[in-house]
C-alpha cells in the first residue's frame, strides 16, 4: 500500500519489479496493490497499466460543506481552520490528509477505504494453489501487509495512523508493517516550511499509539467512535538518506 505522493512511487517501484520477475508480465495473485493518493489523474500518468481497482483516491473538493454539515465526524482533526478543498496534494497539511481519508470513512456516499481493502484482503485469503505453466504455491495462511509513505507532506504523515488501524480492524491477524522516509530526502525542495514539522509531529503521533498496550497509554480514537487499543503496526521502518555510525573516527555519509 502506498500513501501520498512519495509512497505510491516508491510502491509503483515494488509492483513493476514483481511484474518484471513474472513469466507473462502479470503480477502473482497474492499480491495485490493499493495506492491511496489525492489525485488519479496523476497516478494514471505514472502507470498506466494500473487498474482501478488499485487506486483508491481521496481528493475531496467540498471539504468545508462535509465539515460544516457534521462537524461531529471529525472530532479527532486537528486544526479545523485548515480544511479546505483536497486536491492535487494536501500542501504539507496533515490535518488535510486526515481529513481527507476520513471523509471516506464516515461519509455514506463516498466509498470508504476499509470496503475497498477488505473486499482485496478476502480475495487473498480465497486463493488456492495453482498448476500450469505459470504455477505457485502458498507457503502459508499468513498476510502481510506492506504500507509505505513520507513523514514531511499531508497525505502519507497524516492519514498513516487512520489508514493503519482501518487495516488492523479489517485483518486483526496479518503482519503489518511500515517504511516511512525520512524528512532528509526533501531538503532540496523550495517549498519546505512543514517537512520537518510534519516528520516530528507524525512521530510523535506514532511513538505515543506504538506503546497503546502500556499501562500508562491512555484512549484516543483514530476515527469518530473508534478506540485505539493497540499499536498500529508490529514493523515501522525508518528509512533515512542519511547513514550514522557509533564511532566518532568514522564519517557517516549521504546517499
Request: charged residues 20%; glycine residues 6%; negative net charge.
Amino acid at each position: 500500500i502506498g500513501v501520498g505522493g512519495t509512497g505510491t512511487e516508491s510502491v509503483l517501484e515494488v509492483r513493476n519489479y514483481f511484474k518484471s520477475l513474472s513469466p507473462d508480465g502479470n503480477l502473482p495473485p497474492m499480491v495485490k496493490f493499493i495506492f491511496i493518493d489525492t489525485s488519479s489523474k496523476e497516478l494514471f500518468q505514472l502507470d498506466p497499466t494500473l487498474s482501478v481497482d488499485e487506486i483508491f483516491e481521496i481528493s475531496q473538493k467540498h471539504a468545508k460543506n462535509l465539515y460544516a454539515a457534521h462537524p461531529e465526524r471529525y472530532a479527532t482533526i486537528p486544526n479545523k481552520s485548515k480544511i479546505r478543498a483536497v486536491k492535487d496534494g494536501a500542501g504539507q497539511v496533515r490535518s488535510l490528509g486526515r481529513f481527507a481519508i476520513q471523509c471516506h470513512e464516515v461519509s455514506p456516499n463516498l466509498g470508504s477505504f476499509s470496503e475497498r481493502f477488505a473486499e482485496i484482503y478476502h480475495s487473498i485469503q480465497n486463493i488456492q494453489n495453482e498448476e500450469g505453466e505459470n504455477q505457485f504455491e502458498i507457503l502459508g495462511n499468513e498476510t502481510e501487509i506492506h504500507l509505505a509513505c513520507s513523514l514531511s507532506g499531508g497525505t502519507g504523515s497524516g492519514a498513516l495512523l487512520t489508514i493503519a488501524y482501518i487495516i488492523r480492524n479489517s485483518a486483526p491477524n496479518s503482519t503489518l508493517v511500515s517504511y516511512a522516509f525520512s524528512p532528509n530526502f526533501f531538503s532540496h525542495l523550495a517549498a519546505k516550511e512543514r517537512i520537518k514539522q510534519n516528520a516530528y509531529a507524525a512521530l510523535l503521533e506514532l511513538d505515543y499509539c506504538m506503546n497503546a498496550d502500556s499501562e500508562d497509554y491512555q484512549d484516543v480514537k483514530y476515527l469518530q467512535n473508534q478506540t485505539i487499543i493497540s499499536p498500529p503496526f508490529d514493523v515501522f521502518m525508518y528509512i533515512d538518506n542519511k547513514t550514522f555510525t557509533r564511532n566518532d573516527t568514522i564519517r557517516s555519509y549521504t546517499y
